[in-house]
């Protein structure tokens, strides 16, 4: 059998509800791990082993019992350190919160432990999800399991670097500008932003109300469409949230991608940005592959990244500032330098260039929209490049904003990062698999297709190694 | 054409000259570089409204 910690939910669900597993047993071999290992890579802010072992040890129970068991039924997951889980913390790993107890779930909390999945710890973050890596806040940044002298991606940096250290099989995270893709992209990881409105918000702690969006990280597509189905769903106390009905988003895994049309987004990485070689000659040989397994791609044009960027930032950081507004004059002095500098210029922002944003939004999801009337997929690159040192802090503010994510923040369209191999240092590399709105069975589709006929997602760090300074 | 940001007194005084320059050129450079191309009458908030949001009780 697969060592434990490398188990994906799916596989661990079916080895407990045959009783060929204990969930005792997973999460006590997830906890040694995480014991052993993550005062290297830092990616707990809380953990709490003997709560999750007891509730692994009723777990058991229930399947001794014959219990119905949900579809997470004794899987150990993470949430990032803003979504809510009562009587947890919620930092938002920031000194401003460093004592918020939060006294109910989260919705997808909720949902997620009502699918039986048992709550492990609360993950690092960018300060408020937008700031990082930081290293002047009260618990250092997680680091990258490929290499912990490496950018985990973020802000989500903890739920990525977790999954793919082997800590879990399944964590949560957030994407305002591509912050679950982007730890996605980064640890060689599935990360879903679905179609906003689909996952609700409700209990985690807003960055920017109308971008958004909480999305699942995995190791595997099959995980990631599970874990999707179980947080989705209408929900009264989030404005956003959609009231559409949930489907099975793994029900088209198997399908292929036989005859499908697929348009491919080039010069957001050949000219807008210029990518680097190995991230390119990855993505390359990916949408080949996608060729070789039937699919039609074809080349596509839409304006170019900088313009969804600049309406991203408008929005983004008028809505934190309305947010933060009374701290920043407050207890500016409580931030994070990172995040005071990034928060900072939307408080000169006035009401009409916002106004002018919202607007400008609404035409590029228009012809965004317009192009899915002629393609079932969009592919393009995540990062332009892979990983960097994550000490080197000139080279992040260069390299950090080098992607492809904020595109489908503004439009509102699903986006799943999807692991394309690794570069000449070992570290992951990625593209986005982007659909119409409500359609994440066609991401996921896509995702798997590529998955079968590729090792990349099998592909696991020896954390013996990545370990070391 | 550059549009010329400022950071509010209140927020400038507690953090001081250098920050408050560097947040306004950054904020004046993000609002130069945003597409306005917009028509008189087109709103901003339809992109919110998805057809299929119910009515929330």
Redesign the interface.
Known sequence: MTELHWLSALEAVKLIKNKKLSPVELTDALIKRIDKYDKHFDTFISFRPEQALKEARIAEEGVMKGDALGPLHGIPFGLKDIIDAKGWNTTAHSALLKDNVADKDAFVTGKLKEAGAILLGKLSTHEFALGGPSFDLPWPPARNAWNRKYFPGGSSSGSGAAVAAGFLPLALGSDTGGSVRNPASMNGLLGIKATY?RVSRSGVIPLSF?LDHVGPLTRTTSDNALALSVISG?D?ND??????NVPNFGEDLDRGVSGLKIGLIRHFYTKDLIACDEMVNALEAAITKLEKSGAVVEEIATRPL??FA??N??IL?SEACAIHKDW??SR?EDYGESL??RL???????AV?Y?????????Y?QEFNEIFHKFDAIITINNMEAAFPIEDSALCEKIYPRQARTPFNVT?NPALAVPIGFNSEGLPLSMQVITP??DEIMAYRIAASFESNTEWTKHHPDLDETSVY | MM?K????E??AT??GPK??D???K???D??S??????SWW???????R?I???I??
Not at chain 1, 355 to 363: G, K, L, N
Not at chain 2, 33 to 38: G, T
Request: proline residues 6%; contains cysteine; positive net charge.
């Open positions: 409105g109308s209408w009264k404005p956003a949230s959609a009231d559409v900088q313009d600049a309406c930032r408008v950081l920043l004059k500016p005071l500098s900072l210029p939307g408080t000169a922002l006035t260039d106004v002018e944003a919202i607007r400008t939004r609404a035409r999801t509102g709105q409500f | 549009e940001r400022d950071i509010p209140s927020i507690l953090i920050k408050t560097e947040a306004a950054k904020a004046s993000m609002a570089k945003l597409d306005r191309n917009n087109q709103e901003p908030s339809h992109v919110f998805a299929t949001w119910a929330k009780s």
